[in-house]
Nanobody, 128 residues
Framework: QVQLVESGGGSVQAGGSLTLSCAVS?????????MGWFRQAPGKEREGVAS????????YYTDSVKGRFTISQDKSKNTLSLQMDSLKPEDTAMYYC????????????????????WGQGTQVTVSS
């Protein structure tokens, strides 16, 4: 079973940058065919931020982060990353890394319910 461990969260002022990392214990295998970053702010539902097909490199982003966030993978380091630039106070949330096996047919690559394995999260706080 894959284990995911996030790191890199912290506090930053608006306009700043952070890079989140997700260590993948088993390396990139069938259970990490799709991986994603999700976030949950207090009192709000968990939402998808970005996802990636780790085999083909196809990426998806939620509209609010397009042009500011970049999801990437480093298979030599068994790491998934999220580069976050031009951060805004509304980006404040707990950020989670997640993965799943490949999925055939219509599905939502940014929907939290689609993902099977989850990390414990890392907090990101953006002050104005």
């Amino acid at each position: 079973q894959v284990q995911l461990v996030e790191s890199g969260g912290g506090s930053v002022q608006a306009g700043g940058s952070l890079t989140l990392s997700c260590a993948v214990s088993s390396g990139f295998t069938a259970s990490t065919y799709w991986m994603g970053w999700f976030r949950q702010a207090p009192g709000k539902e968990r939402e998808g931020v970005a996802s990636i097909n780790t085999v083909r490199g196809i990426t998806y982003y939620t509209d609010s982060v397009k042009g500011r966030f970049t999801i990437s993978q480093d298979k030599s380091k068994n790491t998934l990353s999220l580069q976050m630039d031009s951060l805004k106070p509304e980006d404040t949330a707990m950020y989670y890394c997640a993965s799943r096996y490949n999925r055939i047919g219509n599905w939502s690559p940014l929907a939290p319910y689609e993902y099977t394995y989850w990390g414990q999260g890392t907090q990101v706080t953006v002050s104005s």
